[in-house]
């Protein structure tokens, strides 16, 4: 079986563009409107284990960026995220930007859908790299030679293969993900506890911490800084945007909430901020358990002339089945229900002397149909009254 000739692991398609996620739009969008962290003392140097979990995820981030801007593969990805259900793009963020952004786990999705789905013809040379840089195995594959296009026949068996391998190293990035979170779980309270002062608001401030540190352990790199220096920037910032959309009624993009808070904070009296639609949402909120005050003396907030819409709905329910269930008697019984409860459209109730002489039998007789009637409804009503009034 042929090996491919040895080629750099890391190494990007031609004309690409570095991919780092933390340079991309969407990421930076998002830094901008937090101020930087406070620095913070140094630190003990890395351990081992911290080493090697940073080096097993570098390079599995390093080998997913790589196979994610193979230009045949890029064509996939608008409906793989659809299908996928991932965050489709923004307005002023591309696909292209999107993708870079993706969390290491998003990415890994999207690469096996695409490769399951595309069926046209790599070069040689992609198709060499994709092998060496994740390890396919050669056992069972034809020779891959990088001056001689995969086929299409041959891509199935191939994308086999490559599929099990991705699957393979994303577990190996697994356990270095959980490594590394655990060794710095502690972070996100700490610093929720430096920079949240409502203690309202603090278990929801740690789990957007929690967020950003898992942000961090996708994004570091295999260098020498501790870290905790760099996870404390991203859990800062995840806790500050919380705080950041906590002021306002409802969900703001970050970049707009820190455009309109700062030009409300830079407005005076002669040069007043500029109003927009947005400049609403600056209203401060209401509680829904503040009592309206009118002099000093609260407000009954409930209307005790609306009926309540439960009650309706339960009445329309009972007459409804109170139709269906006369309807199920016969017609001498309903015909005296019909006529001594006025149950008809333009009917009046009638006495039972009326409906004796209209009908003509006896007094006794009309009696007797209707309790027999009323038996037989009540019978069929008692456990349907029962279930809605309790």
């Given at each position: 079986?042929?090996?491919?000739p040895?080629?750099?692991?890391?190494?990007?398609?031609?004309?690409?563009?570095?991919a780092?996620?933390s340079?991309?739009?969407?990421?930076?969008?998002?830094?901008?409107?937090?101020?930087?962290?406070?620095?913070?003392?140094?630190?003990?140097?890395?351990?081992?284990?911290?080493?090697?979990a940073?080096q097993?995820?570098?390079?599995h981030r390093?080998r997913?960026?790589?196979?994610?801007?193979?230009?045949?593969?890029?064509?996939?990805?608008?409906e793989?995220?659809?299908?996928l259900?991932?965050?489709?793009?923004r307005?002023?963020?591309?696909?292209?930007?999107l993708?870079?952004?993706m969390?290491?786990?998003?990415?890994?999705?999207?690469?096996?859908?695409?490769?399951?789905?595309?069926?046209?013809?790599?070069?040689?040379?992609?198709?060499c790299?994709?092998?060496?840089?994740?390890?396919?195995?050669h056992?069972?594959?034809?020779?891959?030679?990088?001056?001689v296009?995969?086929?299409?026949?041959?891509?199935?068996?191939?994308s086999?293969h490559l599929?099990r391998?991705?699957h393979l190293?994303?577990r190996?990035?697994?356990?270095?993900?959980?490594?590394?979170?655990?060794?710095?779980?502690d972070?996100?309270?700490k610093?929720?506890s430096?920079?949240v002062?409502?203690?309202a608001k603090?278990a929801?401030?740690?789990?957007e911490?929690?967020?950003?540190l898992?942000h961090?352990?996708?994004?570091?790199?295999?260098?020498e800084?501790?870290?905790?220096?760099?996870?404390?920037?991203?859990?800062t910032?995840?806790?500050?945007?919380?705080l950041?959309?906590e002021?306002?009624?409802?969900?703001?993009?970050?970049?707009?909430?820190?455009?309109?808070?700062?030009?409300?904070?830079?407005?005076?009296p002669s040069?007043?901020?500029?109003?927009?639609?947005?400049t609403?949402?600056?209203?401060?909120?209401?509680?829904?358990d503040?009592?309206?005050?009118?002099?000093?003396?609260?407000?009954?907030?409930?209307?005790?002339?609306?009926p309540n819409?439960?009650?309706?709905l339960?009445?329309?329910e009972?007459?409804?089945?109170?139709?269906?269930?006369?309807n199920?008697l016969?017609?001498?019984?309903?015909?005296?229900?019909?006529?001594?409860?006025?149950l008809?459209?333009?009917?009046?109730a009638e006495?039972?002397?009326?409906?004796?002489?209209?009908?003509?039998?006896s007094?006794q007789?009309?009696?007797?149909?209707?309790?027999?009637?009323?038996?037989?409804l009540g019978?069929?009503?008692?456990?349907?009254?029962?279930?809605?009034y309790?």
């Amino acid at each position: 079986m042929g090996v491919c000739p040895k080629t750099p692991v890391i190494s990007r398609c031609p004309d690409d563009a570095p991919a780092t996620a933390s340079e991309t739009p969407a990421v930076s969008a998002v830094s901008s409107s937090v101020a930087p962290a406070a620095p913070v003392p140094a630190f003990a140097p890395q351990s081992q284990d911290e080493r090697l979990a940073r080096q097993t995820i570098v390079r599995h981030r390093q080998r997913l960026d790589w196979a994610m801007h193979v230009p045949e593969f890029e064509p996939f990805f608008r409906e793989g995220i659809k299908e996928l259900g991932l965050p489709p793009p923004r307005r002023g963020i591309g696909l292209r930007a999107l993708v870079d952004s993706m969390m290491l786990e998003a990415k890994k999705d999207l690469l096996l859908w695409v490769l399951s789905r595309y069926r046209g013809m790599l070069s040689g040379s992609r198709s060499c790299k994709l092998a060496e840089g994740w390890g396919v195995s050669h056992d069972g594959l034809p020779r891959l030679d990088p001056d001689v296009p995969m086929s299409a026949a041959r891509w199935p068996e191939f994308s086999e293969h490559l599929q099990r391998a991705i699957h393979l190293e994303h577990r190996r990035y697994k356990e270095a993900q959980e490594r590394l979170y655990i060794l710095h779980h502690d972070l996100p309270e700490k610093l929720a506890s430096r920079l949240v002062f409502d203690p309202a608001k603090r278990a929801d401030a740690v789990q957007e911490g929690c967020l950003g540190l898992l942000h961090a352990v996708d994004k570091v790199d295999a260098g020498e800084t501790p870290f905790t220096n760099y996870a404390q920037q991203w859990i800062t910032r995840a806790i500050r945007n919380y705080l950041l959309g906590e002021r306002f009624p409802v969900h703001v993009p970050v970049n707009l909430a820190s455009q309109l808070l700062r030009e409300a904070s830079q407005a005076t009296p002669s040069a007043p901020a500029p109003q927009r639609p947005e400049t609403t949402l600056l209203q401060p909120r209401v509680s829904l358990d503040t009592l309206a005050m009118s002099d000093d003396r609260p407000l009954p907030l409930p209307d005790e002339s609306v009926p309540n819409p439960r009650d309706l709905l339960n009445r329309q329910e009972l007459l409804r089945v109170v139709q269906d269930m006369i309807n199920q008697l016969s017609d001498k019984q309903r015909e005296v229900l019909v006529r001594r409860y006025g149950l008809g459209a333009g009917h009046e109730a009638e006495t039972l002397m009326n409906i004796a002489q209209s009908i003509g039998i006896s007094h006794q007789q009309v009696s007797m149909r209707e309790k027999r009637a009323l038996e037989k409804l009540g019978s069929i009503l008692r456990p349907v009254i029962r279930e809605m009034y309790g």
